[in-house]
């Protein structure tokens, strides 16, 4: 399973709201999305791109949350 169906659908509706602007950035991060199975592969800058284009309320709240990736999986996919 990839990590795009791991994502919660409130994520995936605030990057695609931001496709119209950023639609480059956009592509990008959909493309690590649908090409890691977990988070922790991602990059360092993946990750930053990825958070840097969240609203505010879906950023991650702490350390934890953004080591793990709380902020952006499912309930079930959550360490």
Request: proline share 4%.
């Amino acid at each position: 399973m990839k990590l795009i169906d791991k994502v919660k659908p409130e994520i995936l509706d605030a990057l695609e709201e931001s496709k119209i602007t950023y639609n480059s950035t956009y592509s990008i991060i959909i493309a690590s999305l649908r090409s890691n199975t977990d988070y922790r592969e991602l990059t360092i800058n993946q990750v930053d791109s990825l958070i840097l284009f969240l609203p505010q309320e879906l950023k991650p709240n702490g350390r934890t949350d953004f080591y793990w990736g709380d902020y952006l999986l499912q309930k079930e996919y959550q360490v």
